[in-house]
């Protein structure tokens, strides 16, 4: 295995820093599959065309444009990074030359994340008893936690530590790193889960994190 998903497995075996995975997939978990639209745990928001990020200097970072039941996900200077198709029950993702960069799958009541050459499993995410949400790791290790505050979400690491913070004011949605550095935000209509998924370190392409951002953004369709 090559690629992005040879660095995947090469970090499992490290304990460090895992962030807003839970985040990004808390709402997706509970739905029947991928091919309808997600029964949100957060109130569904009316789809935008097209989702704006900045970066802490303003600056467009990302785009995220909706099409049909795909989406497409561009950088600062609107080049295509990646391409996300829905068909039955699988998500797949595709680089701008149609390369398959892997599959996210809802399966069993946990969304997984498979890769592009053998569908082997790389991580999942379920709900605890308790109502909080875990990140495993293929062997069934828990590597994170996701806990819900007033202010937004606060992802927590193997060892309880919060890593990353999710904050709405005022209408905008920001995204912040634990030292409180400005990542990544936005004034437009995106569930919070949805901006944390921008912080998937462990998971080393923005390309595969776009994915679970618009996954955890469907909402009613135009």
């Known amino acids: 295995m090559t690629g992005i998903f040879l660095m995947i497995k090469r970090l499992r075996s490290v304990s460090s820093v895992v962030v807003v995975a839970i985040a990004c997939m808390l709402q997706v978990v509970a739905v029947s599959g ?15 065309d097209k989702i704006k990020f900045k970066d802490g200097a303003g600056e467009t970072a990302l785009s995220l444009k909706f099409k049909g039941d795909g989406a497409k996900l561009t950088d600062g200077d609107d ?16 680089d701008d030359k149609d390369k398959v960069l892997g599959y996210i799958v809802n399966h069993d009541g946990a969304l997984r994340l498979l890769s592009p050459e053998d569908e082997s499993e790389l991580f999942l995410v379920e709900r605890a008893k308790n109502g909080d949400w875990t990140l495993k790791d293929a062997g069934g290790v828990r590597v994170a936690a996701f806990r819900r505050r007033d202010s937004g979400f606060v992802v927590e690491d193997a060892q309880d530590k919060v890593r990353h913070t999710v904050a709405v004011k005022s209408g905008k949605s920001t995204l912040r790193d634990a030292s409180g550095k400005v990542l990544y935000q936005t ?18 392409d923005v390309r595969i994190r776009g994915a679970f951002l618009f996954l955890l953004n469907q909402g009613e369709k135009k």
């Open 79 to 94: 080049k295509e990074l990646a391409r996300y198709t829905r068909s039955d029950d699988k998500l797949k993702i595709k």
């Open 34 to 48: 991928l091919a309808g639209e997600p029964q949100l745990a957060e109130k569904p928001l009316p789809r935008e």
């Open 187 to 204: 004034k437009e209509e995106v569930t919070p889960s949805a901006v944390g998924c921008l912080a998937l370190d462990v998971l080393p």
